[in-house]
């Protein structure tokens, strides 16, 4: 059993791990719409490494920040809401990835790995790929903690006090591009979002500062790859979603503590 | 004479289409307090905001030293719920550093006993508090303080005067400060504009007192009858030539300064 699942768990625990920190600026920020349009948009550049014999990681990273680009700046202007915009970019890119994919002639491909992540199909160059960029993105967020941080509480406190507030941003927008390549494979593009938001808001009630929350998110997603495996292994069910729901469960069980506030 | 911290020339800003600052000039110098009054909507907050590099003028000029380290208090700040985040934590944001800099800073603004507090939990008048002490730790060259004394106790307010007095003459820099409490401001700060929409006057707090725009801008006799005994001349006339006619020797001011040559230094830009 071991042999069989250890990929697969340790393709979820970097995935887990980076999501805790990630998911903590997600939810202080407000992004989990954001973040759900970049996901659903992974789909297309999926489907352009298929037909372009690129890397697909590569392609996600690209693509995300392509449409965080487009997103950014079709914001400017006011006629359309926020959510509206992020509802039909969203779904637009998800459509078109769909087709994209179902058009490739040369591979069968399986689009419901890609939609809910297939991670009993991840190899041991899966696995390094995702521990080197776990690497990365922990690196990068630990040395730009202060910064991110600080423009999280409040923009012009952080500019005033001399903070890069627009490369910062870009900065958060390219890690969390970065964590959404890598979770493609695993968790699947519909279920990157709650592996984000689930386990920073289970972390909310337990903390009393912003580097607890973090941790505490790492450790609920930790454990919810943990459970999920579990899960999937014992009673035949699909993995991705298992984790899901392993992490709903942790987070409606830290409900019931006193909330620390 | 240093070199001034910051000068503003003949800036002007539109938002939304309307004027809100037109012909704005004013230099903030170094071991100086300058106050920015004016009624509500005159475009102080906009600025302090233009002054910080928040946003941009759309005619004029803005130059600040080179190297100027800012310390800044918003007139408003508030904290995400979903974010927890103690005093301690809020403060090591602005200046990262030992938590015994944390806690004197703490300290000088009487709210040691908070530091491990949730910034969220905060009343109006702690949070201010805790903004001034973030602002103190960044070791400023300027200061800019946007409201400061709102929500503070009576007894606070005079200690945060005191402090800031305090505060210029030991690091000599610069503060800009935005206050609607006329009494302290005339008392207790060196350098007084009137603003609204542009430089009603400037001045002193005793030339800006006996300004004809400002008594205007302010209504006579509301503010300026709280202010005689600062501003030594409650029972004058206040001709619109701007000289100021009547008895000194009348006059209920108990400080003795007897100063009336401070009459009109200030510029007049209306
Ligand atoms: N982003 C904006 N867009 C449009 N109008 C704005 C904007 N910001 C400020 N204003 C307007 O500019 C004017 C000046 O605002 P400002 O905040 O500078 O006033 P203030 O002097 O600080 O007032 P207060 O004493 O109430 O703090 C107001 O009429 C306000 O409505
Ligand atoms: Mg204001």
């Known amino acids: ?261 | 004479m240093t070199a001034p911290l910051v000068t503003v020339e003949e800036v002007a800003l539109s938002l939304g289409g309307h004027p809100v600052l037109e012909d704005v000039s004013l230099t903030l110098e170094p071991g100086r307090i300058t106050t920015l009054i004016g009624p509500n909507g005159a475009g102080k907050s906009t600025l302090a905001r233009l002054i910080l590099g928040l946003m941009q003028p759309d005619r004029g000029r803005i130059r600040r030293r080179t190297g100027l380290r800012v310390g800044y208090m918003p007139q408003r700040l508030s904290v995400d719920e979903s974010l927890p985040l103690t005093v301690d934590r809020f403060l090591w944001l602005g200046a990262p550093g030992r938590t015994r800099t944390r806690r004197e800073a703490l300290a000088r603004t009487g709210v040691a006993h908070l530091r491990q507090r949730p910034v969220r939990q905060l009343s109006g008048g702690e949070l201010q508090r805790v903004l001034l002490a973030r602002a103190l730790l960044r070791q400023p060259d300027l200061l800019v303080l946007d409201e400061p004394a709102q929500g503070v106790d009576v007894a606070g307010q005079d200690a945060l005067y005191g402090l800031l007095n305090e505060v210029r003459d030991q690091r000599g820099c610069g503060i800009l400060l935005i206050s609607h409490d006329l009494h302290l401001v005339m008392a207790r700060t060196d350098q007084v504009v009137c603003l609204h929409h542009h430089v009603c006057c400037s001045g002193t707090p005793e030339a800006v007192s006996r300004d004809p725009s400002y008594q205007r801008l302010f209504g006579l006799p509301g503010p300026a009858t709280n202010l005689a005994v600062y501003t030594h001349d409650h029972d004058h006339d206040h001709g619109l030539s701007g000289g100021v006619s009547g008895d000194v020797s009348s006059d209920v001011s108990s400080d003795g300064h007897g100063d009336h040559e401070h009459h009109h230094h200030g510029d007049h830009h209306d």
């Open chain 1, 1 to 261: 059993m071991i042999e069989l699942l250890a990929p697969a768990l340790l393709a979820g625990l970097a995935v887990a791990l980076v999501a805790g920190p990630m998911g903590a600026f997600v939810v202080w920020r407000r992004m989990a719409f954001f973040g759900d349009t970049l996901a659903h948009g992974a789909l297309l550049g999926a489907a352009l490494a298929l037909a372009l014999d690129v890397n697909l990681y590569l392609a996600v990273v690209v693509i995300c920040l392509a449409i965080a680009a487009a997103l950014v700046g079709l914001q400017q202007q006011r006629q359309i809401a926020g959510d509206t915009l992020l509802g039909i970019v969203a779904h637009t890119t998800l459509a078109l990835g769909v087709i994209a994919l179902s058009l490739q002639k040369t591979v069968q491909v399986d689009l419901m790995a890609y939609l809910f992540g297939d991670l009993l199909a991840v190899n041991w160059r899966d696995v390094a790929a995702l521990w080197g960029g776990a690497a990365v993105i922990l690196a990068l967020l630990a040395w730009q903690w202060r910064a991110l941080l600080s423009i999280t509480v409040n923009e012009e406190l952080a500019r005033v006090e001399g903070i890069a507030v627009t490369r910062t941003r870009m900065l958060l927008m390219l890690l969390l591009a970065l964590l959404i390549a890598g979770a493609i494979r695993t968790v699947g593009v519909l279920l990157i979002t709650s592996l984000l938001v689930i386990p920073a808001a289970g972390a909310r009630r337990l903390s009393r500062t912003p580097e607890q929350m973090a941790l505490i998110a790492s450790a609920i997603g930790l454990l919810a790859v943990n459970l999920g495996l579990t899960l999937s292994w014992y009673a035949d069910t699909p993995v991705g979603p298992s984790i899901v729901v392993a992490a709903a469960a942790l987070f409606v069980a830290t409900l019931l503590r006193s909330p620390r506030s």
